[in-house]
């Protein structure tokens, strides 16, 4: 049986890789520190696999054919894409998957009504080369990425993320071996890349949405970090959080806990992360 | 601008997701803009529009605001 041994979730805007030397110099001091706290967290737990969550940044699925989910069934990842790499300023690097986890996670969560997507050629960009470069700056914990469309429209709703977080985590749960897991969610806080509010941060949505997630009050984040309420905190980046709800189910009835906050217009996102680790 | 205004289903969408991808088509929006925006058959509008680098109005007929950025 696999075992989760942490449930996160953090933002991967890529000034943080990319031109965090524009920052204030506080910013950048608390930055680091609230990485480097998660990162140390994260590395404490012994993780095997990383199972990620987030955002794909239209990057990967043309507009035929996006799906909610799909998951990377790779048995080796490289980061970051070509058209991404100046930008995001990260060194080429590559990660183990984990091919045998990934096929039993379509197949299972097909069961259980989710019809994921697949595949072993998704490009990775900000998504999870900016939390990885943080977190295990080593590249040797395997990652299976879930890639999920939270910008393309219709977005699965915020019930339908959470559901898909309880049962990513009973199928993870149900893999036969004896695996340590990870489920780590990337995106947000809000920020609107290339819209109206590109040089904003909504501190206030941040700092709310934050202590709502630290209620543990399930039903409630449901009911009120509505996809409507994202979009006017940032349209186009804020619903990165959709991601994180499926963290939140996989975490069961825990409360989230703020690893950092830091509300940074330089970095043109609200950056922060959190965890349901608390018992 | 937002991303609830995407039409899915606009060629321009299409275009630029591949140019986004494929480095030889970058090259080719560069230098043959017009041959490209007819293969991938591009109202006139929307072509206009791609043409004069008219971000208001491809947002209005449905471009992803991602693609409306750099």
Same mark, same amino acid.
């Given at each position: 049986?696999?075992?989760?041994?942490?449930?996160?979730?953090?933002?991967?805007?890529?000034?943080?890789?990319?031109?965090?030397?524009?920052?204030?110099?506080?910013?950048?001091?608390?930055?680091?520190?609230?990485?480097?706290?998660?990162?140390?967290?994260?590395?404490?737990?012994?993780?095997?696999?990383?199972?990620?969550?987030?955002?794909?940044?239209?990057?990967?699925?043309?507009?035929?054919?996006?799906?909610?989910?799909?998951?990377?069934?790779?048995?080796?990842?490289?980061?970051?894409?070509?058209?991404?790499?100046?930008?995001?300023?990260?060194?080429?690097?590559? %990660?183990?998957?984990?091919?045998?986890?990934? !096929?039993? +996670?379509?197949?299972?969560? *097909?069961?259980?009504?989710?019809? #994921? &997507?697949?595949?072993?050629?998704?490009?990775?960009?900000?998504?999870?080369?900016?939390?990885?470069?943080?977190?295990?700056?080593?590249?040797?914990?395997?990652?299976?990425?879930?890639?999920?469309?939270?910008?393309?429209?219709?977005?699965?709703?915020?019930?339908?993320?959470?559901?898909?977080?309880?049962?990513?985590?009973?199928?993870?749960?149900?893999?036969?071996?004896?695996?340590?897991?990870?489920?780590?969610?990337?995106?947000?806080?809000?920020?609107?890349?290339?819209?109206?509010?590109?040089?904003?941060?909504?501190?206030?949505?941040?700092?709310?949405?934050?202590?709502?997630?630290?209620?543990?009050?399930?039903?409630? %984040?449901?009911?009120?970090?509505?996809?409507? !309420?994202? +979009?006017?905190?940032?349209? *186009?980046?804020?619903?990165?959080? #959709? &991601?994180?709800?499926?963290?939140?189910?996989?975490?069961?009835?825990?409360?989230?806990?703020?690893?950092?906050?830091?509300?940074?217009?330089?970095?043109?996102?609200?950056?922060?992360?959190?965890?349901?680790?608390?018992? | 601008?937002?991303?609830?205004?995407?039409?899915?289903?606009?060629?321009?969408?299409?275009?630029?997701?591949?140019?986004?991808?494929?480095?030889?088509?970058?090259?080719?929006?560069?230098?043959?803009?017009?041959?490209?925006?007819?293969?991938?058959?591009?109202?006139?509008?929307?072509?206009?529009?791609?043409?004069?680098?008219?971000?208001?109005?491809?947002?209005?007929?449905?471009?992803?605001?991602?693609?409306?950025?750099?």
């Amino acid at each position: 049986m696999a075992e989760i041994v942490s449930v996160i979730a953090l933002a991967h805007a890529p000034g943080a890789t990319g031109w965090l030397d524009k920052a204030p110099k506080h910013e950048q001091d608390e930055l680091l520190a609230g990485y480097g706290r998660m990162g140390k967290a994260l590395r404490a737990a012994q993780p095997d696999v990383i199972v990620g969550v987030a955002n794909d940044h239209l990057l990967n699925f043309p507009m035929e054919s996006v799906p909610d989910w799909c998951v990377g069934t790779a048995a080796r990842w490289r980061g970051p894409a070509e058209w991404f790499r100046d930008w995001v300023n990260v060194p080429p690097y590559e %990660v183990a998957g984990n091919r045998d986890l990934a !096929r039993h +996670i379509v197949r299972e969560s *097909g069961k259980r009504g989710f019809n #994921l &997507a697949f595949s072993d050629a998704l490009e990775f960009d900000d998504n999870w080369s900016v939390p990885l470069k943080f977190l295990t700056p080593q590249y040797d914990v395997a990652l299976v990425p879930i890639h999920m469309n939270c910008v393309v429209p219709p977005l699965p709703a915020p019930e339908r993320c959470h559901v898909f977080g309880q049962v990513l985590a009973d199928v993870v749960r149900a893999w036969p071996e004896r695996l340590r897991v990870a489920i780590m969610a990337t995106g947000g806080l809000s920020h609107d890349p290339g819209g109206d509010r590109y040089f904003d941060v909504d501190e206030k949505f941040d700092r709310w949405f934050l202590e709502l997630l630290g209620t543990g009050d399930a039903g409630r %984040v449901l009911r009120e970090a509505t996809i409507e !309420r994202m +979009i006017a905190a940032g349209d *186009g980046g804020t619903v990165e959080l #959709l &991601a994180w709800l499926v963290a939140m189910g996989a975490a069961g009835r825990r409360a989230a806990r703020t690893d950092f906050y830091v509300p940074s217009v330089a970095l043109r996102c609200g950056m922060g992360g959190v965890n349901w680790n608390a018992v | 601008m937002s991303i609830l205004n995407t039409d899915k289903t606009l060629p321009a969408n299409k275009l630029i997701f591949e140019v986004r991808r494929d480095a030889a088509k970058r090259e080719r929006f560069r230098s043959d803009l017009e041959a490209l925006m007819r293969e991938y058959g591009l109202s006139e509008e929307e072509k206009r529009a791609l043409r004069e680098v008219d971000i208001r109005r491809l947002a209005e007929l449905g471009m992803h605001p991602y693609f409306l950025r750099r």
